[in-house]
């Protein structure tokens, strides 16, 4: 199975939208999905077919996950987690040291795969979601500077 990372296009939009409806009970508008969101966002391709995506938001040596998803009919099959690995590589090597991001608490499946990826808990937000109301788990890892050799 040959799997691509690449940076996120305009053009992958509608195909990004179109699992965005079917991988959230809250879906992002498609007026939400601009150009400035290209920046540091990848897009996972199988065979040619997109089956999923991932958006940051960074300053400084810091990256926060706003969006992050995989087409429902290929969950489980471990594309997420090489997907997010993957990112976080190409943005370590940019100099990203804090990863953040919130995620619904009944998650479980987000949850149990940021955790696997050495996510901890910093904290919660009350209400932070309102389609359905549910409260967030705020998740953030430090990754370790490299000694100079
Ligand atoms: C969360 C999401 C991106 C994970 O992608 P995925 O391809 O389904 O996950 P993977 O197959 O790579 O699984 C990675 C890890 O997640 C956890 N996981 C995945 N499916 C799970 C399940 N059904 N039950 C428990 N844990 C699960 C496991 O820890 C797994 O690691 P393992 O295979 O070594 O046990 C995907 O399920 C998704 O798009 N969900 C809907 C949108 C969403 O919730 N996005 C995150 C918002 S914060």
């Known amino acids: 199975m040959k799997l691509d990372i690449r940076p996120v296009q305009e053009s992958d939009f509608p195909a990004i939208c179109e699992i965005e409806g079917r991988a959230f009970v809250d879906p992002w508008p498609k007026e939400a999905f601009t150009d400035f969101l ?3 966002s990848w897009v996972l391709f199988m065979e040619q077919k997109l089956i999923g995506y991932i958006f940051y ?8 996950i706003i969006n992050f998803a995989i087409d429902p009919s290929y969950q489980g099959e471990d594309y997420g987690k090489y997907l997010l690995h993957k990112s976080m590589q ?6 990203v040291q804090y990863f953040y991001l919130d995620v619904r608490k009944s998650n479980f499946k987000a949850i149990a795969l940021y955790h696997l990826m050495g996510f901890q808990t910093l904290g919660y937000r009350k209400n932070y979601y309102h ?19």
Do not use: S, Y
């Open 90 to 95: 190409f943005l370590i090597n940019c100099g």
């Open 131 to 149: 389609t359905p109301p549910e409260d967030a788990i705020v998740m953030g890892v430090q990754i370790p500077i490299k000694d100079e050799e």
């Open 38 to 40: 290209c920046r540091n």
């Open 57 to 64: 938001h960074t300053a400084a040596d810091e990256a926060v």
